[in-house]
C-alpha cells in the first residue's frame, strides 16, 4: 500500500501547480484522498479533501477559491490543483487517504504521500 505525492516546485506568486497523489495497492474509490501542508516551524494544516465516494469537495478557509481537489478513479490518482498561489503557500505537501470520508485531522488518515516541496517566491 502506498501513496506517492508529485508535482511540487518552485513558482512565482500568482502562479499555479498541480499535484498528484498516485495510490498503488488499494483503490482510491472509497476513500476520502486529503491534503495536508507544513510550512517549517508551523503545525501541520489540514488543506482540502476530495470524498472518492460521493464527489464532495472540501477546503480550508486559507486556499478556498484558489485550489481544486479532485480524483481520476480510472488511474488511481488525486490531484490538487492549485492557482493563485501565494508566498505562505510554500510549504511541503502530503496527500493522505481515509476509509470511507473525509477529515480535517491528521491522525484519522490511514495511508500518507512522502510529500512534495511547494516554494512560492518572487
Known amino acids: 500500500v502506498q501513496l506517492q505525492a508529485s508535482g511540487g516546485g518552485s513558482v512565482q506568486p500568482g502562479g499555479s501547480l498541480r499535484l498528484s497523489c498516485a495510490a498503488s495497492?488499494?483503490?482510491?474509490?472509497?476513500?476520502?484522498i486529503g491534503w495536508f501542508r507544513q510550512a517549517p516551524g508551523k503545525e501541520r494544516e489540514w488543506v482540502s479533501c476530495f470524498s472518492s465516494r460521493d464527489g464532495m469537495t472540501y477546503y480550508g478557509d486559507s486556499v478556498r477559491g484558489r485550489f481544486t481537489v479532485s480524483a481520476d478513479n480510472a488511474v488511481n490518482t488525486g490531484y490538487l490543483q492549485m492557482s493563485s498561489l501565494k508566498p505562505e503557500d510554500s510549504a511541503v505537501y502530503y496527500c493522505a487517504a481515509r476509509t470511507l470520508t473525509c477529515a480535517k485531522t491528521w491522525w484519522e488518515y490511514n495511508y500518507w504521500g512522502q510529500g512534495t516541496l511547494v516554494t512560492v517566491s518572487s
Open positions: 495497492g488499494f483503490t482510491l474509490d472509497s476513500y476520502g
